[in-house]
């Protein structure tokens, strides 16, 4: 489970991505004109590399609420079994 001290605060986020992975799940939070958007995609590949139609992505609110509601997105989209994760990567 990805846990909200595991991703970094909002004031860091403003300036620079985060990007984390969590058992072959990769994630991206960044910080846009338009919110907090979040993109989740399959590993093993980094973002810049991954097919673009394998990344999905959802916005929140660019604020401490908004970064926990993300985390809370990827703890749940990561159990949702939309994607077959693989362990280890």
Do not use: Q
Request: glycine letters at 10%; charged letters at 30%.
């Amino acid at each position: 489970m990805i846990e909200y001290k595991d991703v970094m605060p909002v004031g860091f986020l403003k300036k620079l991505p985060f990007y984390g992975s969590y058992h072959g799940m990769r994630y991206r939070l960044e910080i846009k004109e338009d919110g907090m958007r979040v993109s989740v995609w399959p590993g093993p590949l980094g973002f810049e590399s991954v097919d673009p139609s394998l990344v999905e992505e959802k916005t929140f609110s660019p604020d401490e609420d908004g970064r926990r509601a993300a985390v809370d997105y990827l703890n749940e989209y990561y159990n949702s079994g939309k994607r077959v994760w693989k362990e280890g990567l």
